[in-house]
Nanobody, 127 residues
Framework: QVQLVESGGGLVQAGDSLRLSCAFSGSTFDSYAMGWFRQAPGEEREFVVAVSRNIANTDYAGSVKGRFSISRDNAKNTVYLQMNNLKPEDTAVYYC????????????????????WGPGTQVTVSS
């Protein structure tokens, strides 16, 4: 059974940086495309970024492009989300997600495409 556990959230000020981590266990990590989503209070969960199995491809939401960066370490079974120049509107619970996929290059962007989810980590950005 795949398990995902996020860490690294917290309370920061606008303009600060945070790095989230997502530890993957229970299966072969490099068989899975990975993504990050977020959900702000009173809002629907939204796509943030995805990375393909072989790290060759990434896909970012427009609101975070140029500020956030996803990476994965297939040797450590971990995916990271580096968040720079944080804004109050980035405040949300951030979720890591995984889907087993046949393509090395595919970057799923739809919430419905993912099979497994972590419990989430809170990120709060004060102005």
């Amino acid at each position: 059974q795949v398990q995902l556990v996020e860490s690294g959230g917290g309370l920061v000020q606008a303009g600060d940086s945070l790095r989230l981590s997502c530890a993957f266990s229970g299966s072969t990590f490099d068989s899975y495309a990975m993504g990050w989503f977020r959900q702000a209070p009173g809002e629907e969960r939204e796509f943030v970024v995805a990375v393909s199995r072989n790290i060759a491809n990434t896909d970012y939401a427009g609101s975070v492009k140029g500020r956030f960066s996803i990476s994965r370490d297939n040797a450590k079974n971990t995916v990271y989300l580096q968040m720079n120049n944080l804004k109050p509107e980035d405040t949300a619970v951030y979720y890591c997600a995984a889907v087993r996929h046949g393509s090395l290059y595919y970057t799923p962007v739809g919430e419905y495409e993912y099979e497994y989810w972590g419990p989430g980590t809170q990120v709060t950005v004060s102005s």
